[in-house]
């Protein structure tokens, strides 16, 4: 066994579902407790309860796709049925389809970006590996 391989073993794995889940209710996927976002989208330095560096995450433009993602794989068959039983007017369907759009993804895009860290913080990427996760008397790699 080499050094890179006891220092991966020496590593305690973190619960994925877990810091997902957390970081899609908004709080810190290490404590739980802790606010993740100091605004709507600005994601905190350091959890305030427990202190993790929070700072090295890097969900740029992942959470915004796959919020379009799910909000057009979602209204594309309610807007294909709304019509088929309906039948309203182009303005109308404008008006519906384009708010519900829009709300749906402004309610779905801080969540989908929580998860998005909480799935970082979990396997350690982007800087997250070299924080107090890792054993004492380790290098990180």
């Not at 957390?22 to 427990?50: A, M």
């Not at 740029?60 to 309203?88: C, F, K």
């Not at 799935?119 to 590996?129: D, N, V, Y």
Request: aromatic share 6%; charged share 15%.
């Amino acid at each position: 066994m080499t050094q890179t391989d006891t220092n991966l073993s020496a590593v305690q794995e973190r619960p994925l579902r877990e810091a997902m889940m957390r970081g899609v209710k908004g709080r810190c996927p290490s404590c739980g407790d802790g606010r993740l976002f100091s605004s709507y989208l600005k994601v905190v330095d350091h959890c305030p309860n427990c202190g993790e560096a929070l700072h090295h995450q890097r969900a740029d433009d992942g959470p915004a796709y796959l919020t379009i993602l799910l909000v057009s794989h979602l209204a594309a068959p309610l807007l294909l049925a709304s019509y088929i039983a309906w039948r309203p007017s182009a303005m109308t369907m404008i008006l519906i389809f384009g708010l519900g759009t829009v709300i749906l993804s402004l309610l779905l895009l801080p969540r989908i970006k929580g998860g998005m860290v909480g799935l970082q913080w979990a396997r350690r990427m982007h800087g997250f590996s070299k924080d107090s996760g890792t054993a004492p008397g380790t290098l990180s790699s």
